[in-house]
Nanobody
Framework: QVQLVESGGGLVQPGGSLRLSCSAS????????MSWYRQTQGKKRELVGR????????NYADSVKGRYTISRDNAKKTAYQEMNSLKREDTAVYYC????????WGQGAQVTVSS
């Protein structure tokens, strides 16, 4: 059974930092790229960034480039998203996603940027 479990969300002030984790099980984690998406109410889910299988290749949405860093630890079957210099407009539910099979989503982690 494939599972993706996000953790690390919460409330942070503008300019602050958070790190999200996505713990995977039920598939060969190291063989598949991992992606992070986010969604705000009433809007379409958008791709935030993606990391290749080994982790050497990453790409990011323009809106987060230079502020977010995606990494992975294949031994721990976990992907991470470090978010720095957070802005109010980064407030969203963040989801991790794997391409494995038909694709699987985590349950989402709420990130709220507010003073």
């Amino acid at each position: 059974q494939v599972q993706l479990v996000e953790s690390g969300g919460g409330l942070v002030q503008p300019g602050g930092s958070l790190r999200l984790s996505c713990s995977a099980s039920g598939f060969l984690f190291s063989l598949f790229p991992m992606s992070w998406y986010r969604q705000t109410q009433g809007k379409k889910r958008e791709l935030v960034g993606r990391i290749g299988r080994i982790g050497g290749s990453t790409n990011y949405a323009d809106s987060v480039k230079g502020r977010y860093t995606i990494s992975r630890d294949n031994a721990k079957k976990t992907a991470y998203q470090e978010m720095n210099s957070l802005k109010r407009e980064d407030t969203a539910v963040y989801y991790c996603y794997t391409d494995y099979s038909s694709g699987y989503w985590g349950q989402g982690a709420q990130v709220t940027v507010s003073s």
